[in-house]
């Protein structure tokens, strides 16, 4: 175990962010790593911006990722993914779930959403898009959409598959195991 | 038993209370420290409850204490101001079985309305303070809380920050201990604090803090880590994380027991290490102490006094830059925003219409203040809602509050709105007061509370009829309507605000977000009937929003079909259908 892995998750309040960046720390938990994972929690849940860090390694300090340190930033949504590509190391690697969720701020016309979100932060960084919730509707449940995503940003996490299909399976409720495990997999197994 | 997992700071705290043998623990919700009461009551073997307020929770604690058994209360920052007045004495009694108060403070406001720090207010009463920097260190903090407060005879606090709070790390778990209860006797001179045995508690107090002060050198949640000579840092928390980041080879002297600190262990470390910065959170508690001492070091000089502190922060000031590689990008603010379905929007969405004012208070309906509702005028602390509007009238004379209400949540209103009601009554005011009642705590994630019917561990209890609470302290004129009803709620604002008797009009809606609500509708705008006209929009449900051609969508997914919207369509537009 070399140096420290710097995993962000952004999104949306009520996305579900926060389960993934728990699966993500009992993976490296049960790989033997020092996990820390640091949530937001209050005011954010409503509908605001949502963080939440995972860091793993042989030794861990700071609870949190800063400013030029992510190695991976999965976003469940493109304006946040915008909104916090600077957080990305200089090789760093930005997983994008391709949906829109306008801020009250567009909603109520103060402020516009803008163009091509995707194809300005490829000038900058190494970008994967996906659209979870295609991919999560297929499936016949678009609550899995988090699994999507997160089988879609595994491999630039690391850990093997099984480890991943091991600690979803533990975490997710006992009774949608089966389509969580096929959305990590449809994730994984996606074009990249 | 002993098992690694990974913990919530907030579930580590529970888990070193549940394994210290604690037998009581009583608290009001607050973020940063909700979760720890959630986590404590899945422990039969400890009683929890959810008081009405902190300074109700404080003093069950103290008399659990008394009583000869392990005790706990814990708050926010805020609740802290509720419960000094019990704190303060509380640390002139001492106490019988031990006493930890968790106390959650918030440095860059992730929830909270001040960023005031715990460790000023813990001086000023003469209670020890102890600051973990890690889950890990959250429990056994815990577990050492109360050998320091049966040793020395005093309440222990536990200070804690949002990060600590709500990050998760590594635990190692341990069984609980079953602790036995202390006999308990009668003991006028250290439990009646009436002047004759106050003046005498309070040379206790004195010496005890000395001996605290002295023994602390020696106490193990204090570190001394000398490597490199040249550069150190004094620190405590979760600053020291930030140090140990940024600097690895640094030497570094943490304060685990931050009030009261140690000068011999500061003493030794000054005088080893070259240059020496003082790295704390919030106010210069550690830093003015060690100025105080005549020793030379650097701290608010280079920190700030504000927000959450973090390593590229450290990295800036000693070394000019940090690790940002890119720039900002511009993004439109996503802010936080009532939920689509939530009942307060539909009040303000009346309130808004009418020209109306609103005294505010805390809870989400708080972020009624931001466009497009923009109700809310003020907001300080709990319960200020109603004194305030009270003062405004007795200040400016009835005419002056023609135009404005008192809003304040179902929870917040049990917690210290009852008094100012009862004030109102007394002093013959002619206001209007609306309680916002959702049946549960919903900022804090929806927390149970005298009104509800329902303990904190789930069990059946009587639930408080809020409009009969009403009525009892005097109020006559009590209307309750449901929160979705606009044309009733616009018709008894208008009648209530305009009228010369004090009123309480309760809005009646559950939180969109307690488990078991259904909702089987969604509202759909009907393209065709659709005129652009944007009124519907001017509610800002987030579920909103214009397509390409100007005409009005509503995401179904977001769409919870409470059909507020419809109320302000004038052309029938939008109708509600199955989901």
Not at chain 1, 39 to 44: D, K, L, P, S, T
Not at chain 2, 133 to 160: C, H, M, N
Not at chain 2, 296 to 323: I, P
Not at chain 2, 488 to 512: F, H, M, R
Request: glycine share 8%.
């Amino acid at each position: 175990m070399a140096m420290t892995k710097n995993i962000m998750i952004v999104g949306v309040g009520g996305q579900g962010t926060l389960l993934t960046s728990r699966i993500i720390g009992k993976a490296a938990l049960s790989e033997g790593c020092d996990v820390k994972i640091s949530e937001v929690h209050g005011m954010a849940q409503r509908g605001g911006s949502v963080v939440t860090f995972v860091r793993f390694g042989e030794k861990v300090n700071e609870p949190v990722v800063e400013e030029g340190q992510a190695d991976v930033i999965i976003s469940f949504e493109r304006l946040e993914a915008q909104r916090y590509a600077h957080f990305l190391k200089k090789d760093g690697v930005l997983v994008v779930n391709d949906c829109r969720i306008d801020p009250i701020t567009v909603v109520i016309g103060a402020k516009t959403y803008p163009e091509n979100i995707i194809e300005e932060l490829k000038k900058e960084h190494e970008v994967y898009a996906i659209d979870g919730q295609r991919i999560a509707i297929e499936l016949g449940n678009s609550k899995v959409l988090n699994s999507v995503v997160l089988g879609y940003a595994a491999s630039f996490i690391g850990f093997d598959k099984q480890t991943w299909l091991n600690t979803v399976a533990s975490t997710v409720p006992a009774k949608t195991i089966e389509i969580n495990e096929k959305a990590f997999l449809a994730g994984y197994n996606a074009e990249h | 038993m002993s098992k690694k997992t990974i913990m919530l700071g907030n579930e580590a705290i529970a888990r070193g209370a549940f394994e210290a043998g604690v037998k009581l623990s009583s608290a009001y919700p607050g973020t940063p420290s909700t979760e720890i009461s959630e986590y404590l009551a899945k422990y039969e073997e400890v009683y929890t409850e959810w008081a009405p307020n902190e300074k109700v929770a404080a003093e069950v604690a103290i008399g659990a204490s008394i009583s000869g058994v392990r005790s706990l209360a814990c708050m926010k920052h805020v609740g802290l101001n509720v419960a000094s007045d019990p704190l303060y004495t509380f640390s002139y009694t001492g106490v019988n079985g031990g006493a930890v108060i968790v106390v959650a403070d918030d440095p860059g406001l992730a929830s909270s309305q001040n960023e005031q720090d715990t460790r000023m207010i813990a001086r000023a009463a003469h209670v020890p303070v102890l600051e973990p920097s890690d889950s890990q260190e959250a429990k056994d903090f815990v577990k050492y809380g109360y050998e320091l407060s049966e040793k020395y005879d005093t309440p222990v606090i536990l200070r804690t920050t949002t990060k600590l709070a709500h990050s998760q790390s590594t635990v190692e778990l341990c069984d609980r201990v079953e602790v036995e209860d202390k006999e308990y006797s009668r003991n006028l001179s250290k439990y009646v604090m009436m002047p004759a045995s106050a003046i005498g508690r309070h040379l206790v107090v004195e010496d005890r803090e000395k001996r605290m002060a002295n023994d602390a050198a020696e106490f193990p949640v204090n570190k001394l880590e000398i490597n490199d000579k040249k550069i150190g840092f004094i620190t405590c928390g979760i600053a020291y994380q930030y140090v140990k980041e940024v600097c690895p080879n640094a030497s570094i002297l943490k304060f685990g027991l931050v009030n009261p600190i140690s000068k011999k262990l500061v003493e030794d470390f000054v005088n080893q290490v070259e240059t020496v910065y003082v790295f704390e959170e919030l106010e210069p508690v550690i830093e003015e102490q060690v100025r105080a001492w005549g020793f030379d070091v650097k701290g608010k000089d280079l920190f700030t006094r504000q927000g959450e502190y973090s390593a590229n922060m450290l990295r800036r000031v000693l070394f000019g830059a940090d690790d940002a590689v890119f720039e900002k990008k511009e993004a439109p603010a996503r802010p936080p925003i009532l939920c689509p379905g939530c009942p307060h929007r539909s009040v303000f969405s009346v309130l808004n219409k009418l020209k109306i004012h609103a005294s505010g208070d805390i809870g989400c309906y708080t972020l009624g203040a931001v466009a497009p509702l923009s109700v809310i005028d003020t907001t300080i602390c709990m319960g200020a809602s109603i004194s305030a509007l009270h003062g405004m009238e007795k200040g400016r004379g009835k005419d002056f509050i023609k135009n404005w209400v008192a809003v304040i949540g179902d929870s917040t209103f049990l917690h210290t709105g009852i008094n100012s009601l009862i004030n109102m009554v007394y002093n013959k005011a002619t206001g209007t007061v609306m309680i916002l009642d959702n049946r549960t705590t919903g900022m804090t994630g929806h927390q149970e509370h005298a009104a509800t019917g329902k303990t904190l561990k789930g069990e059946d209890t009587y639930a408080i009829d809020l409009a009969a609470l009403c009525r009892t302290v005097g109020v006559k004129n009590v209307i309750e309507v449901n929160s979705f009803d606009v044309k009733k709620l616009e018709e008894v604002v208008k009648a209530s605000v305009n009228g010369d008797e004090l009123t309480v009009i309760i809005a009646k809606s559950p939180c969109v977000l307690l488990k078991g609500q259904k909702f089987p509708n969604v509202c759909k705008v009907d393209p065709d009937t659709c005129r652009k006209c944007g009124a519907c929009m001017k509610i800002g449900c987030p579920a909103m929003t214009r397509g390409e051609d100007g005409k009005v969508k509503i995401d179904a997914t977001m769409c919870n079909g409470c059909g507020l919207c419809q109320n302000y369509c004038k052309f029938g537009a939008i109708k509600t259908v199955e989901r």
